[in-house]
């Protein structure tokens, strides 16, 4: 059985889809504004995760992540760069496209952008007036939070906080300001306006991901994600609108990602510690490693960036590397055993069981180091079979298929070489060949391929 801890519910939820076998799954994806920081990709992995879990339960997944292409900082940016609203945020929506490549994050099925899903947002903010839920004051159009006695539900507020008849035009505000939210804003000065039966105006932030949504997976589906900062306002007002405006439940499961601190603190480019993934790929670390530390702590746990942490990482990624070149290349006897079948076994339903209670990282890792522990001392005892290793590969493979974060096929070979180089250079240390292990390095070096000698063995990265 699959559980997820419900945001809405506040409780451990078994999940079962609308349509049995397929689940409509969206994604609060990137307000491009700016280069997106770890910490959003903290929250993008985590969906990442889960879809691929729903995928190896045997879902078909139909995955919708936004893109916010205009709201108050899109439009504060375009402006003070003196650029059109499209000319400031393509930069910004190429390098997220880039970042979640080199992450290996799963492609969603659609990216629907904010400004091309206009017409959707009208009709669904036109039928909130005609419902009697929505108001118009000077030439902007309000969503009358009185009207929705389940105003609140998700962030568990008190109705006593609600301040119907104050309005807010701020697309994002405290929990403490429950006020009538922005559907559409008028236009003010040379802000980017479209023409529509409320004036010449724009969109509130809010209402484009319901009119997204409903459009691509329908007016009710299965999960919707973000982080917990989009709890309130967004995902409250989210469900305030879709559900006034089609009159039944919008999402059955609310899942929720913690923030991402570092070293201990908040993220903050006034404190140098505000890092895009280019930041740290540029220290020469591997993107790889930095996916599976943002994946490895529980996604409602808050997460603390340090360097250390990621240099862990790093070597528990060269750990499960090692393990799978030492499959692939070894030669083992033909034939199989029944002790390495039933490892191989055992670790995919830990696995498995581990990801089905709440995405349980810890756990489902956890099944996958002591297989390869066990493992190893089956191979330095000489006791494992050709089938043996080739069922064990398929196993880590079928994990991977979730983590992804073994290389890809166009890699293997080089990896492969890069390992075996290491090899031939610890052999030459063994033999006090300090010359050719110097070489070794060099030669690695040139390549691009920096090497450390750790106590826990040789590791390395890209540069």
């Known amino acids: 059985m699959i559980r997820f801890f419900n945001t809405l519910t506040g409780r451990m939820d078994p999940f079962k889809p609308i349509t049995p076998g397929k689940v409509g799954l969206y994604t609060c994806g990137p307000t491009v504004y700016d280069y997106a920081h770890i910490g959003n990709f903290r929250a993008y992995l985590f969906e990442d995760l889960l879809k691929r879990f729903l995928q190896l339960s045997g879902f078909a997944v139909t995955h919708v992540m936004n893109i916010t292409d205009i709201d108050d900082k899109t439009i504060n940016g375009a402006a003070e760069k003196g650029l059109s609203l499209k000319a400031y945020a393509e930069p910004f929506i190429t390098a997220f496209f880039e970042d979640l490549k080199r992450l290996n ?185 930095v996916r599976f530390l943002l994946l490895s702590t529980h996604y409602r746990k808050q997460l603390n960036f340090t360097w250390d942490a990621l240099n862990q990482a790093a070597s528990s990624l060269q ?50 180091f002591e297989m390869i522990k066990k493992v190893n001392i089956l191979i330095s005892k000489k006791e494992i079979r050709q089938d043996d290793a080739g069922q064990i590969l398929q196993a880590v493979q079928r994990v991977d298929g979730v983590v992804g974060i073994l290389p890809l096929e166009s890699e293997e070979d080089l990896v492969a070489d890069i390992l075996a180089l290491i090899e031939e250079r610890q052999k030459a240390r063994s033999n006090k060949n300090f010359a050719l292990s110097d070489r070794i390095r060099d030669e690695l070096l040139a390549r691009g391929i920096a090497l450390e000698d750790t106590r826990d063995g040789v590791r390395w990265k890209k540069i």
């Open 105 to 289: 994050a799963s492609p969603a099925d659609v990216y629907p952008r904010a400004t091309e899903h206009i017409p959707e947002m009208t009709r669904l903010i036109q039928g909130l007036i005609d419902k009697g839920f929505a108001y118009m004051k000077d030439g902007s159009v309000y969503f009358d939070i009185s009207r929705f006695p389940a105003y609140g539900r998700l962030a568990k507020l008190d109705r006593a906080q609600l301040q119907s008849g104050r309005r807010s035009e701020s697309d994002e505000y405290e929990k403490a300001n429950a006020v009538d939210f922005a559907l559409w804003k008028a236009q003010k000065g040379e802000e980017p306006s479209w023409e529509t039966a409320f004036g010449p105006g724009r969109p509130g932030w809010h209402i484009e991901c319901s009119a997204m949504s409903a459009r691509y997976l329908g007016p009710h589906f299965d999960i919707h994600c973000g982080g917990v900062d989009n709890i309130f306002p967004h995902h409250e007002n989210e469900i305030a609108q879709s559900e006034a405006y089609h009159g039944h439940p919008f999402v059955n499961y609310w899942l929720h990602c913690h923030h991402l601190i570092v070293d201990g603190e908040k993220m903050s480019k006034s404190k140098g510690n505000f890092y895009t993934l280019c930041d740290i790929l540029d220290r020469g670390n591997d993107p790889a490693a």
């Open 319 to 368: 750990r499960i590397r090692d393990f799978v070149h030492i499959l692939r290349t070894e030669t083992f006897p033909e034939g199989k055993t029944e002790i390495a079948s039933a490892l191989a076994t055992r670790m995919s339903d830990k696995f498995q069981k581990g990801l089905a209670d709440d995405l349980n990282m810890s756990v489902a890792l956890t099944a996958l």
